[in-house]
């Protein structure tokens, strides 16, 4: 790896945040998974930002379904 990709994943792990699995994840994460018919990661994923009112950035299409999601398409230049 080059010197500027390290140092571009460290400042990204730098400002990584962390949040507490709560129920009411736990709960939200079933209902869209069913719902929406989203992978479990997909849909534990959606929850979480759903819960603390968080934009998504992806370029999985699955989650522009879910109704409430902030999603920001992430078009990757190649």
Do not use: C, E, H, W
Not at 54 to 69: E, N, R
């Amino acid at each position: 790896m080059t010197t500027v990709l390290l140092k571009l994943i460290r400042d990204l792990i730098s400002n990584v945040s962390y949040f507490d699995y709560s129920s009411r994840i736990k709960d939200v994460t079933f209902t869209l998974r069913q719902k929406y018919k989203l992978k479990l990661g997909d849909a534990f994923i959606a929850s979480t930002a759903l819960k603390y009112d968080l934009p998504l950035v992806s370029a999985d299409k699955d989650f522009a379904k879910v109704a409430g999601l902030r999603l920001i398409n992430f078009i990757p230049s190649i």
